[in-house]
T-cell receptor, first 114, second 116 residues
Framework: EAQVTQNPRYLITVTGKKLTVTCSQN?????MSWYRQDPGLGLRQIYY???????DKGDVPEGYKVSRKEKRNFPLILESPSPNQTSLYFC?????????????FGPGTRLTVL | GDSVTQMEGPVTLSEEAFLTINCTYT??????LFWYVQYPGEGLQLLLK?????DKGSNKGFEATYRKETTSFHLEKGSVQVSDSAVYFC???????????????FGQGTILTVHP
């Protein structure tokens, strides 16, 4: 089944404790992206990757890192989480970065930083 | 920069009622427009899309027409069902105006609840 998977689905952590949220897609997509969803704000892009080893900042990159060493994986790293990073996170992928492509979303990771 | 504005929610309807969720946008160039749906506890799924002016996207009884003159992409359905209860997001994607390639710019989302 074609899908985007994320782990973990739920995470409660404390301020300053490094964490990684994994994202993997099995559709051979070039483009991958991370969004965060906050009430009343919709989804905002954190980082994106055009292809392997090529990443760039989205609209809200502060406090986050990413890497794209393999085509299928695009982990999101929070080196020192803070309470304002409490949010619902989605990974997405699409065949290429073309504007008309559908993006496929993972099931989401709900993160709480205490 | 690009932006998307959706009608204020939440929206509560009875089954078989007519649905309209308004969406207007601001963008440089010629964006593609999308409606995504998020069912409880799930990720977003594409509902429909339109890639140029006057295109009509449709799926599962939902429709939306890309209106360049009014910069709108309103979502409509003639007869909603309880199973349509979800959050609906209008979004655009554009490669112009300095936005990142492939980025989706989302509206704030509209919660739809349909009662039997």
């Amino acid at each position: 089944e074609a899908q985007v998977t994320q782990n973990p689905r739920y995470l409660i952590t404390v301020t300053g404790k490094k964490l990684t949220v994994t994202c993997s897609q099995n559709m051979n997509h070039e483009y991958m992206s991370w969004y965060r969803q906050d009430p009343g704000l919709g989804l905002r892009q954190i980082y994106y990757s055009m292809n392997v080893e090529v990443t760039d900042k989205g609209d809200v990159p502060e406090g986050y890192k990413v890497s794209r060493k393999e085509k299928r994986n695009f982990p999101l790293i929070l080196e020192s989480p803070s309470p304002n990073q409490t949010s619902l996170y989605f990974c997405a992928s699409s065949p290429t970065a073309t504007s008309y492509n559908e993006q496929f979303f993972g099931p989401g990771t709900r993160l709480t930083v205490l | 920069g690009d932006s998307v504005t959706q009608m204020e929610g939440p929206v509560t309807l009875s089954e078989e009622a007519f649905l309209t969720i308004n969406c207007t946008y601001t963008a440089t160039g010629y964006p593609s427009l999308f409606w995504y749906v998020q069912y409880p506890g799930e990720g977003l799924q594409l509902l429909l899309k339109a890639t140029k002016a006057d295109d009509k996207g449709s799926n599962k009884g939902f429709e939306a027409t890309y209106r360049k003159e009014t910069t709108s992409f309103h979502l409509e359905k003639g007869s909603v069902q309880v199973s349509d209860s979800a959050v609906y997001f209008c979004a655009l994607s554009s490669i112009f105006g300095g936005t990142s390639y492939g980025k989706l710019t989302f509206g704030q989302g509209t919660i739809l609840t349909v009662h039997p």
